[in-house]
């Protein structure tokens, strides 16, 4: 058996402590050892946002769905310039301002929620819709 002097014995613990520091080091650096995990109350980072009732419940029971009233693939590029010269939108931003209680709204006959017309440009008409012509129905 061979005999180990004092000064190879601490070299050997020298090495092996400086091969157990490098191969930590390196293990961490490749994720190889996984931090404790968050315990705090935050949310992580790509967590949903918490919602809360008043965006999960559906705005109103008798709110209508939405329509689309934006084909214009049934007019004339004539017809589609007037739109656009009233700055027709689909969704109105003026508040108590939409087609549907302007007076030159014509409602559809069969769904007065669905796409009906208007007396001063073709195409079909958004109820919720506006343009600057919008003039107030009258009661
Ligand atoms: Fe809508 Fe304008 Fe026609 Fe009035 S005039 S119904 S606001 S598109």
Redesign the pocket.
Known sequence: MKKIDRKDFLRNALALAGVTLVGSSILSACGGEQPAQNTTTAPAENAPAETTPAETAPATETAPAAVDCTDLSGLSDADKKG?EN?A?VDQ?TEAE????N?????PNASDPNAC?G????KGP?NPQ???????KKDA
């Open positions: 739109r009233l027709y109105s301002k939409n087609c549907s302007c007076r030159f709204w014509q009906g208007c007396q001063l440009m008409i819709g506006y343009c600057k012509s919008w003039f």
